[in-house]
């Protein structure tokens, strides 16, 4: 029989070090920490580890959480790495009061009487094995290993990634909880304090000067890049295509040259504000995503939103965006048509079902969720 243990007032660890990367999983991080800060009854511990950038991380996670403890140490995480696997820098002895760690997926702490808890966000890596780096793909795998053995409670963004952790890395159905992401406060923060003025300066300084539609996210094989441009071709006279996020490891220089078609690389908060707001529809048709954070990023702009029918994506946006076959270039430009032909009283549905999408999702909710994963992480540990 297992022994119920409820915590009047639970002490939490959470790993924050990935908020300094400014990607998705940061975006993650970060509003979660800030909701579960607001929550009742929950002490929060925030753990980093980042040579470079200790300062920077020590100073984002008292932003965050006031009230929070901070232990941020002067390792990078390639070696903090080595240290877990040889057993060694136990986050009870630099977090002696948490009742349980909520890790990043990439590392495990070497601590096996401390129940655990991980946010697997997606599994593109092991899906797509030969576009990841093998070192990566490696310490990854190490990582998965270890939530295994401990029978760690596992929380996934979407159904589909419920569905590739219980289908690839055998974890049992009942430790794997779906916690739905909702839209980043950064994307709110930025729009908020965004000035006419300083939207106009940032227009002319992007060239924002001819209709277009808009892309956002790091170049990599499943973003389906290739097959978008492709679609876009016929619609390259009248609008632009441009391309916006970090420059990842899919060999785009074979349209580099082409007109219309811009790579921006990363952006700013303000300028993804911008794009988002003057763009006439995003295009997301990815192959897979783990959530895809910026359909509702495009929702909160009220920007048409054209993304694939299967993983996530069709899960988070529901009735709200128009869906096509990734696979298929003539079903996304069948789809970019369609969205772009839209008359004002279909463009009008569109915004409400987009406003009522958005709605459905919440970070206080994500918090509230989490929080019963980390009391049925301490149940089956006690």
Not at 110 to 124: E, F, M, R, Y
Not at 205 to 224: A, C, D, M, V
Not at 237 to 253: F, H, K, Q, R, T
Not at 328 to 355: A, C, F, H, P, Y
């Amino acid at each position: 029989m297992v022994k119920l243990v409820v915590y009047f007032l639970m002490h939490v660890g959470i790993d924050i070090t990935s908020i300094i990367y400014g990607r998705g999983v940061s975006f993650y991080t970060s509003n979660l920490v800030r909701a579960l800060a607001q929550t009742k009854n929950i002490q929060l511990s925030l753990y980093g580890s980042n040579l470079r950038q200790r300062k920077i991380l020590t100073k984002m996670a008292s932003a965050l959480s006031p009230s929070s403890s901070v232990v941020v140490q002067s390792y990078p995480p390639s070696v903090l790495a080595k240290l877990w696997q040889l057993g060694l820098n136990h986050i009870k002895k630099s977090l002696p009061q948490i009742d349980v760690f909520h890790s990043w997926d990439w590392l495990q702490p070497p601590d096996k009487n401390l129940p655990l808890v991980s946010t697997i966000h997606d599994l593109a890596i092991l899906k797509y094995p030969a576009a990841a780096h093998p070192q990566v793909l490696k310490m990854q795998q190490r990582s998965w290993k270890i939530l295994q053995d401990r029978q760690a409670e596992i929380i996934t963004p979407s159904i589909a990634t419920k569905k590739d952790v219980v289908d690839l890395l055998q974890i049992p159905t009942h430790r794997v909880h779906v916690i739905h992401e909702a839209l980043p406060e950064e994307n709110v923060t930025a729009a908020e304090k965004l000035t006419e003025g300083r939207a106009e300066q940032i227009k002319t300084r992007l060239q924002l000067n001819k209709p277009y539609l808009l892309f956002i996210g790091t170049s990599e094989p499943r973003k389906n890049l290739p097959r978008l441009i492709e679609a876009w071709q016929t619609l390259a006279a009248d609008y632009e295509l441009i391309i916006a996020g970090a420059a990842g490891w899919e060999d785009l220089s074979q349209f580099k040259r082409q007109k219309n078609l811009r790579f921006l690389g990363r952006v700013s908060a303000e300028e993804l504000s911008v794009l988002y707001s003057e763009a006439e529809a995003f295009c997301y048709p990815s192959l897979d995503e783990g959530f895809g954070l910026p359909i509702l990023e495009a929702f909160y702009y009220g920007v048409p939103v054209l993304t694939s029918n299967r993983s996530s994506m069709a899960e988070v946006a529901g009735n709200a965006a128009l869906l096509v076959n990734p696979d298929s270039v003539d079903d996304i430009r069948r789809g970019l048509e369609q969205i772009l032909g839209e008359n004002k009283t279909e463009q009008q549905e569109r915004l409400r079902k987009m406003i009522l999408r958005l709605h459905l999702f919440s970070w206080k909710q994500a918090a509230s969720e989490t929080i019963k994963v980390y009391q049925a992480a301490i149940n089956h540990h006690a």
